[in-house]
DNA sequence: ATGAAAGCGCTAACAC
DNA sequence: GTGTTAGCGCTTTCAT
């Protein structure tokens, strides 16, 4: 026999219930997806009998069919960062009405990691992939995405030169003029000796970019010695922190590349005695829920991670429901600052 | 013509692997699982037939026919909720190196969501599920589970009627008893009148518990207008701490069903002038990241997430890689009390 | 208004 | 050591 019918236990199968209904597959499929017309009588009837097997359709034999899996896939630096956990809740609340599930992956910022799992997702048949890549140039994502499954990246602006045209849909946030802004409050405040501890990786570049044009723009060139980069962590702002600090002519501000930075930098103003912001300002940026909490209160550049996340997914959405197949667009969410306690 | 060869576009297909290296298909899928020997020529051949055609697996197609998705799904209350990402993060740490992919989604602790979430899940046909339910009692799973998928639970220690056995495996805090730490530190403080700030949903009760068994044996009968209920989050400490300290007899000490809402606390603590920990005490619980940047740093009863999230895939894929198939087990994951600032 | 049958891309008996 | 074939559970031509 073909058919394993009265299978009593596990899963109803679609093959079940035609003949629990007396009707072919064909039939129950097609009152379930309501693709051709169906007798009332006859929907009712089957109807009746997924009811009493309980069936429900295999997603993954639907999938393999229709080429859709309804399946999403989301790459990011590590969901611990209190900035992506936004970002992702962001896009499961424009995806998930549409049906769509999503798979989550951390990639430490490993470029290997990132594209191991670009292509794993892939193989996972899903049907499009937003990514936020650290290490990975957008450059590289070209020869990953062969079968092209629509991608959208997650970015701060890039200063991509204009000849070569917009590769992938990216939603990207004005980092540089977030971080000049920053820079201009402290600039107006009168300081003038201000560092800047970066992170590394993508969002590192531009962010710096803002601080060294406004900067120079400014006061003119000025000490190579008043950037530092180490990690986009709390440890990672303590290291910079306590190089910058060091120095016999300390900086009176530091502008940090991420909110993270900024609390390892408080950490060692307090642990050494400094006021702040009377002895030194601090800024950060991405604008986490602790930056609110920190003593004082971080004055700091907003990265609207769950506007981030939401515009990614439309974008993404787009393309997947088919009214979208044109050319690459860039979305820009707007940064802006938020003037609290820290300087 | 039924073999779809040729088709320069896409990706290439096992079929295709097979043709242009002269061989079944049964042998490019022996070569690739390594369940059946393949003379070594024959794998060379194959082998490179798959480099030159960029060949991969269609894990779909093989998860369809294998029964196994190499999926698991973690359901929980809300990503954004700082407690969750590390529990994420514990559960992939785990389950990545083995292959699993994980989808995320978030109920926002509602039941309905929470059960149309398991049902949608085993759909897509995970090899396993973890959830965190808020609203869902444990018993409502049973029925969910129909083609009998593993799934683990993370929950606070249940109190539950020794008769009937454990359903699920489990992984568990003991809130009850961390609640109890903390308010006994505060009654050996000297603190008489101590007020609970609870949230709702499945954490509350044995929280609430933990306090309320360590008051009456401390002090006996206390006031029930010491104990309100609001929400787990930052705006219901809000309300909490309004309504507990407008009271004539205001307490002298407030215990948190978490850290979000302890913060509230202090929100409206710092609002009415009342000096922290020397006018009002205030001790959380979770010990999130953002416990110890809150001033004054909260005093908290350390749930551990990241622990949680290991344990609870562990248990997991004991079952999934099919070394452990024996009766539901529970493991208790301790919790610590950390002394800061604020009590 | 409904069915038969082909096939999505793969694995695994069952041959030889 | 390798190939043939029957599915996994579904959707969708193509018939009638």
Redesign the pocket.
Known sequence: M?L?NGRSKG?A???QVAQHA??????V??T??G?????R???ERVLESIRELG????QL??G????QSLTVSLIIPDISNPFYPSVARGIQDVLKPHGYYTFLSNSDGEAASERLLIRDSIDRSVDGLIVAPFELAISDLGPLLNPSVPIVVIAPKAELPSNDPLQFDSVVTDDRHGVAEATRYLLRQGHRRIAFANGSGAPASERLAGFADTMRGAVGPFSEGLIVATAFTRQGGIDAARILLERQDRPSAIVCGNDLMAIGVLDVAREIGLAVPGDLAVIGFDDIDAAELASPALTTVVNPAYALGRSSAELLLSRLVGDYTGPAREVVVPTSFVIRASA
Do not use: M
């Open positions: 073909t394993d899963r199968v679609i093959a007396g009707v072919s597959i064909t039939t499929s097609h379930l997806s693709r051709r017309h169906v007798a009588a006859t929907r069936y429900r359709p295999n034999a639907r393999l069919r229709t080429r």
